[in-house]
């Protein structure tokens, strides 16, 4: 599998432009002084779909063969890589097939049924789903579009750090949310190209910590997947981002599920911004590792926002202690 280069990524921003505005980088006083350094946000959480993901899936849509158009696309995704690859079909008038666990976020599954494309619910896990996918994309000749092991999705999600880079090119760091690894590995491409000195951060929950271990061990390794945070819950490391990764990642680190949701509360009460798990994960990482952060220009990448009313609801409420505490 051949690594996008920065040629790709600016081919893929003239393929964006009809269909994507740029998304606002802010600052919130609030929000550098609960994180203890100056951050900016990133709000990836503004796309149409309310998450970054989009602009892999209208790239690697929007430049596929006709041929392949007509016959359409299947993908496997507890989320937000369905709604992409959901919205980049409806707008290019492309079939689609989305293959969910059982149970799946109803915030997610409503909205990619919304989005015209039909949804197969298929089994427990990760796994049960990607066959079922595998089997579809064979009957029907369908494209399986996998969530990170595609030049196009990698080179369409980079466009957001060219427009981060542009607006901001003082930056020391990027921080990244990191489920599959498409979107840090799209920072380390761009940052390489045009922010040398600038380091990407890659962040995972210790719950779902596939991405980090298959880093640390230099191959593919499957450790359990049990994150609240769907967009971070991944079993498997992806081959495309990793090989980025082992030659541009500079540092990755964990934080648990709970730093994550005092993250989103963070986000709420300070940046006024509605991220899911996953959105505020690169929050989390400023607050959990602040000497890592200090003195720095800090970019945090708000990757979504579909968060289930549930999870809203749990970030919204102050826990006991620590209110209590710091009152
Ligand atoms: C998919 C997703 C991530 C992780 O991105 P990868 O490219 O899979 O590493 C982070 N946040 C949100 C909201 C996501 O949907």
Same mark, same amino acid.
């Not at 350094?37 to 998450?51: D, G, I, M, Q, R």
């Not at 981002?241 to 730093?259: G, K, S």
């Given at each position: 599998m051949q690594t996008p280069t920065i040629a790709d990524v600016l081919e893929a921003r003239r393929h964006l432009r009809p269909h994507l505005g740029p998304t606002p980088a802010r600052s919130f006083p609030g929000l550098d002084r609960a994180a203890g350094?100056?951050?900016? @946000?990133?709000?990836? =959480?503004? &796309? +149409? $779909?309310? *998450?970054f993901k989009v602009r892999g899936g209208l790239n690697l849509i929007g430049t596929m063969p006709s041929v392949e158009r007509r016959r359409g696309?299947?993908?496997?995704?507890?989320?937000?890589?369905?709604?992409?690859?959901?919205?980049?079909?409806?707008?290019?008038?492309?079939?689609?097939?989305? @293959?969910?666990?059982? =149970?799946? &976020? +109803? $915030?997610? *599954?409503?909205?990619?049924?919304?989005?015209?494309?039909?949804?197969?619910e298929a089994g427990?896990?990760?796994?049960?789903?990607?066959?079922?996918?595998?089997?579809?994309?064979?009957?029907?000749?369908?494209?399986?579009?996998?969530?990170?092991?595609?030049?196009?999705?990698?080179?369409? @999600?980079?466009?957001l750090y060219l427009e981060l880079i542009e607006d901001a090119p003082d930056?020391?760091?990027?921080?990244?949310?990191?489920?599959?690894?498409?979107?840090?590995?799209?920072?380390?491409l761009v940052a390489e190209s045009l922010a040398p000195s600038?380091?990407?951060?890659?962040?995972?929950?210790?719950?779902?910590?596939a991405a980090y271990e298959s880093w640390r061990a230099g191959e593919i390794v499957e450790p359990p997947n049990r994150t609240r945070a769907e967009g971070l819950a991944t079993?498997?490391?992806?081959?495309?981002?990793?090989?980025?990764?082992?030659?541009?990642?500079?540092?990755?680190?964990?934080?648990?599920?709970?730093?994550i949701r005092d993250a989103q509360r963070i986000m709420l009460h300070e940046a006024h911004t509605l991220a899911e798990g996953a959105g505020a994960a690169a929050?989390?990482?400023?607050?959990?590792?602040?000497?890592?952060?200090?003195?720095?220009?800090?970019?945090?990448?708000?990757t979504g926002a579909n968060a289930s009313a549930a999870e809203i609801g749990?970030?919204?409420?102050?826990?006991?202690?620590?209110?209590?505490v710091h009152g």
């Open positions: 350094t100056s951050v900016l @946000v990133k709000h990836e =959480n503004t &796309n +149409p $779909t309310s *998450a696309v299947v993908g496997y995704s507890t989320g937000n890589h369905a709604q992409s690859l959901a919205y980049a079909a409806r707008t290019f008038d492309v079939p689609c097939t989305i @293959v969910m666990p059982d =149970n799946p &976020n +109803p $915030t997610k *599954a409503q909205a990619v049924r919304d989005l015209g494309a039909e949804l197969v427990q896990t990760f796994d049960d789903c990607r066959s079922y996918a595998e089997s579809i994309a064979q009957e029907r000749g369908m494209r399986l579009v996998s969530a990170a092991n595609e030049r196009p999705i990698i080179a369409g @999600v980079a466009t930056l020391d760091a990027i921080v990244v949310p990191v489920g599959s690894g498409s979107g840090a590995a799209a920072a380390c600038c380091r990407v951060v890659a962040v995972q929950s210790s719950a779902s910590p079993g498997s490391g992806f081959e495309l981002p990793q090989h980025i990764f082992r030659e541009r990642l500079a540092e990755f680190v964990l934080v648990d599920d709970d730093q929050l989390a990482a400023v607050l959990a590792y602040p000497d890592s952060f200090r003195d720095q220009r800090v970019a945090l990448v708000c749990a970030a919204v409420v102050e826990p006991v202690m620590a209110s209590s």
